[in-house]
């Protein structure tokens, strides 16, 4: 089992800047892939960003270049930092994990870019 647990949303004006974190608990060392989905209202949860054990990052094609995901094996936990906001980036961004098969979730946390 692992418990997933997000903070460093808010509300930042077009441009600004925010840090997601995400800490994982439980069963670390079965923690292969990390990763950050956000769901708009009215869209589908989509993929922005993961880092797998070994490093490797994937990141959605309309943030490249914005955002940077990174990741503490050790400490079991996974950072967003967003640069660049727009206002399409409004959305509650979930943190998740995948572990012996399963995929875990956070609870997910608002950000909202608007002036």
């Known amino acids: 089992q692992v418990q997933l647990e997000e903070s460093g949303g808010g509300l930042v004006q077009p441009g600004g800047s925010l840090r997601l974190s995400c800490a994982a608990s439980?069963?670390?060392?079965?923690?292969?892939?990390m990763g950050w989905h956000r769901q708009a209202p009215g869209k589908e949860r989509e993929l922005v960003a993961g880092?797998?054990?070994?490093?490797?990052?994937d990141y959605a094609d309309s943030v490249k270049g914005r955002f940077t995901v990174s990741r503490d094996n050790g400490k079991g936990t996974i950072h967003l930092q967003m640069d660049g906001l727009k206002p399409e980036d409004t959305a509650v961004y979930f943190c998740?994990?995948?572990?012996?098969?399963?995929?875990?979730w956070g609870q997910g946390t608002q950000v909202t870019v608007s002036s």
């Open positions: 880092v797998s054990t070994d490093g490797r990052t």
């Open positions: 439980g069963r670390l060392f079965t923690i292969m892939y």
């Open positions: 998740n994990a995948l572990s012996t098969g399963h995929y875990y």
